[in-house]
């Protein structure tokens, strides 16, 4: 079957870095997402990830082992509204979008 | 504003009624998809549209129709809603079916009772 686990929920300090991981098992793969989703709002894109490797884009990196089934979102610098949930969705050979439960990632001051 | 537009925003409905979920995109996307969110889970795909035209069933389909006359509209419709379909719904769009990413409407939270 297919499945993305990644944690249930993250504490980190302001300022401070943080990793969440993410594992995938699709059938077929074409490319991992993150997504970021504020508390009653919508989703909104933050990476995606085809080929191994690391993808910076400011304060948020993602990196990608295609052979281990393994991803990871890294946020340096953490700000207060960085507290969100954070998505993870792998891409299956039909092109259809495979989504993790989500993140919670709590800041505190 | 160019984006994807959900309507209701919310929506309390008693069960066994008929309910339309509508969603617009003004992008010109082919790709719409309708995802239910609950808490815990993961969005699940109920139904998508690769093109005008064409769609298809996702992971959780049955209970739901969709339709897709034209590029922009794309709404999904309860024959006969049940309690556990208590859920919030979004919207999404993309350009193409490969590694383009998906843009969200704001969701509709539905509530049936």
């Known amino acids: 079957g297919q499945n993305i686990d990644q944690p249930t929920e993250m504490t980190a300090t302001e300022g401070a870095i943080v990793q969440i991981n993410c594992t995938y098992q699709?059938?077929?793969?074409?490319?991992l997402f993150w997504y970021q989703q504020h508390a009653g709002e919508a989703p909104t894109f933050l990476s995606y990830?085809?080929l191994d490797g690391l993808e910076e884009k400011g304060r948020f990196s993602s990196f990608l082992s295609r052979s281990k089934g393994y991803s990871y979102l890294l946020l340096k610098e953490l700000q207060m509204k960085d507290s969100a949930s954070y998505l993870c969705a792998a891409m299956d050979s039909n092109y259809q979008l495979i989504w993790g439960a989500g993140t919670k990632l709590i800041i505190k001051p | 504003i160019a984006g994807i537009t959900q309507a209701p925003t919310s929506q309390i409905l008693a069960a066994g009624r008929r309910m339309t979920l509508r969603c617009t995109q003004d992008?010109?996307?082919?790709?719409m998809y309708w995802y239910r969110q609950d808490l815990g889970l993961g969005l699940r795909l109920i139904h998508y549209s690769n093109t005008a035209g064409t769609t298809g069933k996702g992971e959780v389909p049955d209970g739901y129709s969709v339709s897709r006359a034209n590029t922009d509209d794309f709404p999904l419709t309860l024959a006969s809603a049940v309690p556990s379909q208590t859920s919030v719904y979004f919207c999404?769009?993309?350009?193409?079916?490969?590694?383009?990413?998906?843009?969200f409407g704001q969701g509709t939270r539905l509530t049936v009772v």
């Open positions: 992008m010109r996307h082919n790709a």
């Open positions: 999404a769009s993309s350009s193409g079916t490969g590694g383009t990413e998906a843009f």
């Open positions: 990830n085809v």
């Open positions: 699709t059938s077929g793969f074409n490319g």
